[in-house]
């Protein structure tokens, strides 16, 4: 049986065959994905995958940051800006805009 943390699948599971011919299971971490728009997948600028310096140096200090590309921050701006106009409804934005919009419209 193996040991706890090698049971969840948060490591990888690599077969491997020994020198005396033994075949065992090394475990290794996932590599970190790039993190990507939660609108359009698109890969985010200006974030670091590394651990190091604190939060404000990982990621974008704006309106957003390290949730949404660029574009996409600023179709949910507009929108919420049009909405609170009278301009749009909430029922003409797309699904996946739509809690950011409310976000927006709530502050």
Known sequence: MPKPMHRSRSRRRLQRVTHKGRS?????????????????????????LSRSGGKSRRTNSRL????LC???TS???????????GNMKL???GI??????????SH
Do not use: W
């Open 64 to 67: 957003f940051g390290g949730v």
């Open 24 to 48: 065992v299971i090394h475990y290794k971490r996932k590599a970190n994905r790039m993190p990507s728009c939660a609108i359009c997948s698109a890969e985010l600028n200006g974030i670091t």
């Open 75 to 85: 179709d949910v701006i507009k929108a919420a800006s049009r909405i609170e106009q």
């Open 70 to 72: 660029a574009r996409c």
């Open 91 to 93: 029922n003409d934005i």
């Open 96 to 105: 996946r805009q739509r809690a950011y919009v409310l976000q927006m419209i």
